[in-house]
T-cell receptor, first 113, second 113 residues
């Protein structure tokens, strides 16, 4: 399995500010994803983080709001821009290591005041 | 993505078997059946997956109906640590969206001591 870490693990932010979340994997992976889990809800895929090119966003998510970087095969960042209280969620990265299994990070708990 | 239907919640007693059902009547021939679970305050964790045949691993068993329109995740001896939300997900193995996962609401499993 893959060991995935996320930083920060949690944060409290003021509206209008931005937060960058880091995802680090202990081995090179082909696919990396970013998900959002709003309070009491299931996970929703935000985007696929592509190494060396722009991320692929799902419907309802845009690059200006959630810019993503993936400079190499073990690291990615997700920025939540111009935050509002509605952005309060858990943000999770996941990777595909071998075959079909996705491994998830522990999540970043974000509260926007 | 094809949809799945799961009960909102189930209860079990410790050390007894648990059968978690999932209906997926619109499943296509290229859809794999995946199960993930999310323990409290953690990211989702892979449990098992299959295509047509029943599958066993150290965590659980997956029983797939002959017509593939339903499946059952079997935990052979529930422990308190198995209390989680269990997600049944269909993953399309065709085209370029191979590894995307679409999470539904899942089943909240409560294990009583």
């Amino acid at each position: 399995s893959a060991v995935i870490s996320q930083k920060p693990s949690r944060d409290i932010c003021q509206r209008g500010t931005s937060l960058t979340i880091q995802c680090q994997v202990d081995s090179q992976v082909t696919m990396m994803f970013w998900y959002r889990q709003q309070p009491g809800q299931s996970l929703t895929l935000i985007a696929t983080a592509n190494q060396g090119s722009e991320a692929t966003y799902e419907s309802g998510f845009v690059i200006d709001k959630f810019p993503i970087s993936r400079p190499n095969l073990t690291f990615s960042t997700l920025t939540v821009s111009n935050m509002s209280p509605e952005d309060s969620s858990i943000y999770l990265c996941s990777v595909v290591l071998r075959g079909e299994t996705q491994y998830f990070g522990p999540g970043t708990r974000l509260l926007v005041l | 993505d094809a949809k799945t239907t799961q009960p909102n919640s189930m209860e079990s007693n410790e050390e007894e078997p648990v059968h978690l059902p999932c209906n997926h009547s619109t499943i296509s021939g290229t859809d794999y059946i995946h199960w993930y679970r999310q323990l409290p305050s953690q990211g989702p964790e892979y449990v098992i997956h299959g295509l047509t045949s029943n599958v066993n691993n150290r965590m659980a068993s997956l029983a797939i109906a002959e017509d593939r329109k339903s499946s059952t995740l079997i935990l052979h001896r529930a422990t308190l640590r198995d209390a989680a939300v269990y997600y049944c997900i269909l993953r399309d193995n065709s085209g370029g969206s191979n590894y995307k996962l679409t999470f539904g609401k899942g089943t909240l499993l409560t294990v009583n001591p």
